[in-house]
């Protein structure tokens, strides 16, 4: 499949002879990296004690450095050097975000299968080989396990994320959060054109993961949930979590039309996005001068049964392309 995907960068592509050896990986696990000295090298070294024998073709790993400003960039360059992993690592000119970061490696992914992982979390040993198995004997689109949240000081653990089937409902509602670490499909990410940039550019970042979930539902792929402890997520200040919480209501109100198909599908939730309908409502009033998908209690409108359902979504998707061409 030709990719629509494009970076907002240039960027140099530096790799070990190990990577040069692998031609055909059945994976490609890429690494986002941003001012994460502290906690890269953790993350490699989770890495290269996958149990991946029953990959045939095994692995590749490429490290994306988002144009660190600390010493980020040469810890994983020295890492990559002097380790056996299969491995690259490309510099972005300048910093444009960790979706775009992302989408750029999966440009360069040579894989069928990417795994996103970023540079403060970590990976347990079984991870690779059993999201691999599961994408394999599913055909779905994504294969997600258990991710454990632990205290990047004590290392105690603070629960759990993506913990729950896929269930499409619970994920427009916000209740299912399948969180970065998950195996997906390229062909399905490229056929939804990748993460969405606009969490860095218009919107706060921290929701990428949330929004492509919602774009692989609303076209009809699903997720395959492994009911097992597979990687872990560390949580720190610098979290992108901390920083994305604040912004629930308004980034619910920005998904609410956005994936207006979906919430129409869920007219009965209570909550949409995360965000109670009340709450939204008032959101959604002060950044989108358009009304939310109403519960529909009373029969359709005439002017509704005259236009009939076709020429209604028509309707809504040009009004869609006009305020998009307005907002940019």
Known sequence: MKSSLSTKAAWQLTANEAYNQCAAPAVSVIIT??????????????????????????????????????????????????????????????????????????????????????????????????????????????????????????????????????????????????DTMAMIRKEALLHVGGYSTEYRMALVQGWEDYDLCLKLAQAGYAGKFIPQVLSDYRVHAGSMINRALPMQAEVSAYQARKFFALARACDDAPVLFGTSRLELETAYTRAVPAPLPQIRRTPPRLVHRLLGKKIRRSLNKRLNAIYAWLNK
């Open 33 to 178: 990296l941003y001012n994460y000295a502290a906690y890269i090298e953790g993350c490699l070294n989770s890495v290269l004690a996958s149990k991946a024998g029953g990959i045939p073709g095994g692995f590749e790993v490429i490290v994306v450095d988002d144009a660190s400003t600390d010493s980020s960039a040469d810890l994983a360059e020295d890492y990559i050097a002097a380790s056996p992993l299969p491995a690259c690592l490309v510099k972005k000119a300048i910093n444009t975000g960790v979706a775009d970061a992302r989408n750029l490696g999966l440009l360069i992914a040579r894989a069928p299968l990417v795994f996103m992982l970023d540079a403060d979390n970590e990976i347990r040993p079984e991870c690779l080989q059993v999201h691999y198995e599961a994408l394999a004997a599913s055909g779905q689109a994504m294969a997600y396990g258990i991710i454990n949240r632990f205290d990047s000081a004590t290392r105690q653990s603070l629960g759990t994320l993506s913990d729950s089937e896929w269930n499409v409902r619970n994920l427009v509602a916000g209740s299912l959060r399948i």
